[in-house]
């Protein structure tokens, strides 16, 4: 059988495999439910933070990593998303690592809703420091 007519199914590829494609592209990705407020996300997010893979992260510890100066901003193309005005979340924003290093963060975002399931904001985070550094 050619390769062209093999069918992937990327459903039987597992949380690990994932885990490891976003650690090598430096992609976080992240779920809030907008009901509960609970957040899920990958260890690749909780690294662009700089935060240990194994800690639970909650949506105001993230949000109380945003300098102050871009949490406003941040805050505003959240809800602005969540309440529909917006079809989709985009920032580019700093924040204070929790050893001090401040770091720039891309976050994008969209509004999900698979049936039977509440309402979440999902989307991804990538560390663009170096980018944002070059001359």
């Given amino acids: 059988m050619s390769i062209n007519k093999k069918i992937i199914d990327l459903s039987i590829i597992c949380d690990d495999h ?3 494609v976003f650690d090598h592209l430096g992609l976080g990705f992240w779920e809030l439910s907008i009901a509960t407020g609970i957040l899920r996300s990958t260890r690749s997010f909780k690294k662009n933070l700089g935060c240990p ?3 639970v992260l909650s949506y105001e510890k993230v949000l109380g990593l945003i300098l102050p ?4 901003h941040v805050q505003d193309e959240i809800e602005l998303t969540v309440s529909r005005e917006k079809n ?5 924003h700093r ?3 929790p050893d ?11 509004l999900s809703q698979q049936d039977g399931e509440s309402l979440k904001l999902i989307g991804t985070i990538l560390d663009v420091t170096d980018l944002k550094n070059k001359p």
């Fill in 100 to 110: 001090g290093e401040i770091r720039w963060i891309k976050a994008d975002g969209i």
């Fill in 95 to 97: 924040i204070c690592r």
């Fill in 53 to 55: 893979p194994d800690e």
């Fill in 88 to 92: 989709s979340y985009h920032s580019i």
């Fill in 69 to 72: 100066e871009d949490l406003d």
């Fill in 18 to 20: 994932w885990d490891v």
